[in-house]
Structures are given as C-alpha cells and as structure tokens.
C-alpha cells in the first residue's frame, strides 16, 4: 500500500470500479444484462431489422414495359363509353331519317346506309388509335408503336427465324377451324351481321374494313393496351383468357349476343392474345388476325361471285 494514496482501494472494490470504468467505455456489463433482459432482446430485434434483406422488386419481361396503368386506364374507359354514344347520336343526327319508321324498317335503314353501319366504326376505330397516340406517345415522349408492343417477330428458340407468313397461314387455318365449329354449333336463324351481307355497299365496304383496318385497331388496342396491362395485375394466364373474352365480347353485337358465336369470338381471342404472349410481339398476333379475316373475305367474295349475288334487302 502506498503511504500517499488519498482513499486506498480494496482488492473487490478495485474490480467494481474497473468493471464499471470498462462498462463506461462500451463494453457490455453481465450484472446489467442479467438485470435487464429486454435489452437483450431489443437488440436482437434492431439486429435482425438490418439485416433483413428487402424482397426484391418484379422484374417484367421486356415485352410488358409499359408506361400506363389502372389510371389510364379508367380515364381510356370513359373516353370509350362517351364515343359508343355520342358517334351514332351524331352520325343519325346529320344522316338520319326525318320520318316515324318501326324498329324493323330503322334496323334496315341503318344497314343500308354504309355511313351507320361502316362509318361510325371507322370513327370510333380512329379516335380510339388518336387517343392513345396522344396519351402515350405525344405526351409521354415515346415511341408510339414499339410502346405498344408492335415489335419485328424474334426468332425460334434455337435460333432459326420465321418467316411472317407463317402467321399468315395460321390465321387462314384458324379461320377454317371456326368456320366448321360454327356449323355444328346452335345460333339464332338471324344475327346482325348476316343482314349486312343483304346490301351490297355495306357488305363490300364492311369486308374492305375487316381486312384492312379491323386487324390493325383491334390488335393495338386488345393485344397491344390492355393484355400487357392485365399481365402485370392478373398473371400472364389469366390475362390471355380475360383478353381472349373481352374480344368476344366487343363482337357480341353484331352476332345477336348469341352466347356460342360469342364464346367461339372468344376462342379466337385467346389464340390470338396467346401467340402476342409466346412471340412478345404485337404483329404476329395481327398477322394472324389479318389471315382470319382475310380467309373469311375471300370465301365471301367467292360465294357472292365478287359481290354480284347478294340477296337485296327488305
């Protein structure tokens, strides 16, 4: 013991001061552990907090970056219902009749007149393509077509390319495949679009328009808009089949809404939606469509002898 310390320390009391002086500096202390429980566990707790890694983001494949959702797409929706009814509205106010008809003679009139039955189409066909031009492409400053998906068709995966018409071909042959389901299958004695066929103006511009404007409008809006949409909400799976039945749906009235023309529409749908997922490329699926359609109006063509032997109208 040295004569000149002020307060000598005991050896135990030496170690209490250390420990406290060590416990001061960081290091943990086993009597305040021991006191304190929770203090452990809260650390436990901070530590697994940090180190848990975040999940990580979805990554979509290349052909469904897109730029739009659920916002536009009610907005798209709203614009779409507002056309359905101010185009006919406006198309009877400047072509309509001016005198009383029955539902029948009015049904007939509007047929004969290809400004009702084709026009408003092709009206609500090109405000449609004009609206998303401008809501994805003009204001978002992209390209309007490949944002949609109209991509040149990849190869096979072992490299091997193929060839456009082959989708072509397809077409025609699924054409064919609808054609004999719908012999076998019930439907109504009339549908619409069977009446259209009794004018030959209508029937000959409603062919034109099946061939060369209905597959580029459905496409971009069915396989281009909303599949790529839906794939990103619902799963690929079910967004083929809820594309495939929209499509048939859009078709329900110029088939009388009978319910097996509609899921026959249906079926071409979901082939056609099928093969825009398997190619990620809008233009397969519209080649496709084109060789649908053009089969069927080649066969009409056929059978009219060039749109000579049409049955006249009522």
């Given at each position: 013991m040295n004569p000149h310390d002020q307060d000598p320390l005991a050896p135990k009391e030496a170690?209490?001061?250390?420990?406290?002086?060590i416990s001061e500096k960081g290091e943990e202390h086993p009597g305040e552990e021991a006191s304190q429980p929770w203090l452990r566990e809260l650390q436990e707790q901070a530590a697994g907090i940090e180190t848990r890694p975040y999940?990580?983001?979805?990554v979509y494949p290349a052909d469904l970056q897109i730029s739009?959702?659920?916002?536009h797409f009610v907005v798209f929706i709203v614009f779409l219902i507002s056309l359905l009814f101010s185009v006919p509205f406006g198309l009877l106010a400047l072509y309509g009749p001016h005198r009383r008809m029955s539902a029948e003679q009015f049904q007939q009139f509007m047929l004969s007149k290809p400004q009702?039955?084709?026009?408003?189409t092709l009206v609500i066909y090109a405000l449609v393509l004009f609206f998303l031009y401008v809501t994805l492409g003009l204001l978002r400053g992209r390209p309007f077509w490949s944002s949609l998906g109209w991509h040149k068709i990849p190869p096979r995966a072992d490299g091997r390319p193929v060839h456009p018409a082959a989708y072509f071909f397809a077409g025609c042959g699924l054409s064919l495949f609808v054609f004999a389901l719908t012999s076998v299958?019930?439907?109504p004695d009339k549908v619409p679009i069977d009446e259209v066929f009794k004018y030959k103006q209508t029937a000959v511009l409603f062919v034109a328009m099946a061939v060369l404007v209905a597959p580029l409008a459905e496409e971009t809006v069915f396989r281009g808009y909303l599949y790529p949409m839906f794939a990103r909400w619902f799963g690929v799976g079910p967004s083929i089949v809820l594309t495939g039945v929209l499509f048939g749906m859009m078709h329900g009235p110029q088939?009388?809404?009978a319910k097996s023309l509609i899921a026959i529409m249906s079926l071409v749908g979901?082939?056609?939606?099928?093969?825009?997922s398997r190619t990620g490329s809008v233009f397969a699926s519209f080649l496709m469509h084109l060789g649908y359609n053009s089969l069927i109006g080649v066969s009409l063509f056929l059978a009219t002898q060039g749109f000579t032997k049409i049955p006249p109208g009522k």
């Open positions: 170690m209490e001061r250390e420990g406290t002086q999940p990580p983001e979805k739009w959702s659920w916002p009702f039955s084709i026009g408003g299958v019930s439907r088939l009388g809404d979901i082939v056609l939606t099928l093969v825009r």
